[in-house]
């Protein structure tokens, strides 16, 4: 089987999406499907890059909200797409995330050459995400995605969706069209099977883009409600977004918290894995996501999280984790509860924590729907299309 993949960005450096995608093509590859992806934001360490075409963008060096880098589009992107798909002779072609002109290419071209589309919104299409900037930009996003994109994007033959409140939220949208659920997922291959203890000098962690869907505000004001002694915050992710980053440093400071809680900025690799083994819990208050990574990357580092009941994991307590709604007194809570384990505690959780992951969210699991779903998408093309 061969399928092609047209997403905004590829590899393991970045975040979100690209890092999904990664490790579906790499299960892909392990089940012996043939794998081509089309993107325009390709990073400088990119394994195998024989099978990623970049595509031509406008936008390039321009500012970050400039019309043609909003956009993301290109007078030759289309045929460059049409021309891959002609080639490639994909079984089917999966587009990642619909902001942008290129799923919409990506479904075009697709259909053009009578290929099954799936489409995975990745959680951007949550009420949150554009409601939390005001209401003109909510209705300005809103006529944007109602005239502009989504009739083009309506005509995908199936919808991913990764949690049951996504589902909810896509049926809306895309209301004619099956939904195919498959949750995020983790490659415990990439993280030790050896539990290490937390750093000595006790310390809560956050990781991810500085964003304001992460709750990174919310996090910083209920450690200093919570007052646990003896206990840092650290922050680690890009600025993803600098006003915001400037107003979380500027919060800090205003709230006397200079000297508990640090910025570290993008950690990788080594640098992160043992960011995540020595935290003493990571906490994740997003106010929108769809089950955020570093939740799965923690518990597969044995550390227990706390995270929220929006990021759509409803059944984290049943490993050990704490779910709290996004607001300042129930996250303060669970700041204090974890705070409070004993070390042989915070250990007994942390492997209770990776046992699940391995059960519920591991690429064990979660790739075999992979496998099955890109198959009968594959077939329900070839009774569609022929």
Same mark, same amino acid.
């Given at each position: ?138 209705? %300005? =996003?809103? @006529?944007?995605?109602?005239?502009? !994109?989504?009739?083009?994007? /309506?005509? &995908?033959?199936? $919808? #991913? ?86 107003? %979380? =440093?500027? @919060?800090?400071?205003?709230?006397? !918290?200079?000297?508990?809680? /640090?910025? &570290?900025?993008? $950690? #990788? ?118």
């Amino acid at each position: 089987m061969k399928i092609l993949f047209i997403s905004e960005s590829y590899g393991s450096t970045l975040f979100g999406v690209a890092q999904v995608l990664t490790h579906i093509i790499k299960y892909c590859s392990a089940a012996l499907f043939e794998s081509k992806v089309l993107a325009y934001s390709v990073d400088d360490v990119c394994e195998n890059k024989s099978l990623v075409k970049q595509l031509p963008v406008y936008g390039v060096g321009m500012q970050k909200n400039s019309l043609g880098r909003m956009l993301r589009v290109h007078h030759r992107m289309y045929p460059t797409v049409r021309k891959e798909i002609n080639s490639f002779d994909p079984d089917l072609v999966h587009v990642h995330g619909v902001l942008t002109f290129i799923q919409v290419i990506g479904v075009l071209g697709s259909k053009g050459e009578g290929v099954p589309v799936l489409i995975s919104p990745h959680g951007m299409l949550e009420p949150w995400l554009w409601k939390q900037k005001g209401h003109l930009y909510f209705w %300005l =996003k809103r @006529l944007y995605w109602v005239v502009v !994109l989504r009739p083009f994007l /309506s005509r &995908v033959d199936f $919808v #991913h969706v990764i949690t049951n409140q996504e589902s909810v939220t896509l049926a809306q949208e895309f209301p004619d069209v099956p939904q195919v659920h498959i949750s995020n997922a983790i490659d415990l291959v990439e993280y030790s099977s050896n539990q290490v203890a937390p750093d000595t000098d006790h310390f809560l962690l956050f990781i991810g883009r500085l964003h304001p869907k992460k709750g990174v505000d919310l996090l910083i004001r209920a450690f200093k409600k919570a007052s646990v002694e003896n206990v840092r915050l650290m922050i680690a992710g890009p600025d993803f977004d600098a006003d915001y980053t400037a107003k %979380l =440093k500027a @919060l800090v400071e205003r709230l006397g !918290l200079s000297g508990k809680v /640090s910025f &570290v900025g993008s $950690v #990788h690799g080594d640098g992160k894995s043992e960011l995540l083994q020595k935290a003493w819990c990571t906490v994740i208050p997003s106010y929108s996501d769809v089950v955020a990574l570093v939740n799965l990357e923690s518990t597969a580092s044995f550390t227990p999280t706390i995270t929220t009941t929006m990021t759509g994991l409803s059944d984290w307590q049943e490993g050990g984790g704490l779910l709290v709604e996004p607001e300042l007194e129930p996250l303060t809570e669970a700041i204090i509860i974890a705070c409070n384990w004993s070390l042989e505690e915070r250990m007994q959780i942390g492997e209770r924590a990776r046992a699940f992951v391995e059960d519920r969210y591991s690429w064990g699991v979660i790739g075999e729907q992979w496998v099955e779903a890109y198959k009968m998408i594959a077939e329900s093309g070839k009774k569609k299309y022929e």
